[in-house]
């Protein structure tokens, strides 16, 4: 649909300097009267007597659609961050976002490429940044506990009793004695873990037990051959590599405290 002559759309040039103006209907003309009501324009309104009046910015939500290139949509510029900051960062600045979002957002991604932990991707695409905070939060045992009020509630049993047994026995308080064979990593929620694993075996060498380092006392660097006692809580059964990537399946104990025996 046309408009009228001499009006303008919203979205047009709001001013004509080479133009006259009527003051009341807002349209331009190049004859001395306005050719839709007919008054005579004033001096300050004429062209090069009037002030050049700015464009008026488009109102959000107007109607027109914004067209944004695939490697410019936020899913795919947060991946590029996460994966590969420095692309994600002038992905970010060469979008047609608003500048406040852009500022934000370099930002937080700058301070992320600084982060020591923020180039470690675990297998999965996991960032180690995310798993740090994430771990953060969790406390494989339970610190409200004096040292004593933790070994006095844990029950002792033997290695076989807790691994014929391992899922009664999960998160409640158990003390074992055990040896050490050798450290070996657990893949678990697309990363291996951190903390220290250490494959320990009964004192006959018949049953298995996984021992985690969460040793509230400070951690203590195991050695094949070591016999310790550990009080800690069970965590079910999983699955440990060494670094041949032999693979084996042995009930987890948390440890939360551990003595040498000598």
């Known amino acids: ?3 009228l002559l001499g009006s303008h759309a919203d979205d047009a040039e709001l001013d004509r300097p080479d133009l006259n103006k009527c003051p009341d209907c807002k349209c331009f003309f190049a004859s001395e009267k306005c050719p839709l009501c007919g008054k005579v324009c004033p001096e300050e309104m004429r062209a090069g007597n009037r002030k050049r009046e700015k464009k008026r910015r488009r109102p959000s939500g107007s109607g027109r659609v914004r067209f944004v290139e695939w490697y410019h949509s936020w899913w795919f510029i947060l991946l590029m961050i996460f994966t590969f900051t420095p692309a994600g960062i002038v992905l970010l600045i060469t ?6 979002k852009k500022v934000l957002f370099c930002t937080l991604a700058v301070i992320y490429l600084l982060l020591p932990s923020a180039s470690v991707i675990y297998p999965g695409g996991i960032p180690k940044l995310v798993y740090d905070i994430k771990s953060g939060f969790e406390k494989p045992v339970n610190t409200s506990l004096s040292k004593e009020e933790y070994e006095n509630k844990c029950q002792y049993i033997s290695a076989e009793e807790f691994y014929r047994n391992s899922q009664k026995y999960e998160e409640k308080y158990v003390s074992l004695e055990l040896t050490v064979v050798k450290k070996v990593w657990v893949y678990e929620e697309y990363f291996y873990s951190e903390e220290n694993y250490y494959l320990c075996t009964s004192e006959d060498s018949r049953f298995t037990v996984l021992v985690r380092d969460c040793f509230v006392s400070g951690g203590e660097i195991l050695v094949e051959g070591d016999v310790i006692k550990v ?5 079910g059964r999983k699955t440990a590599y060494d670094s041949q990537g032999n693979e084996t399946e042995s009930p987890c104990l948390n440890g939360a405290y551990i003595y040498f025996i000598d």
Request: proline share 7%.
């Open 231 to 235: 009080y800690g809580e069970g965590a």
């Open 95 to 100: 979008s047609p976002r608003e500048k406040w």
């Open 1 to 3: 649909m046309g408009r």
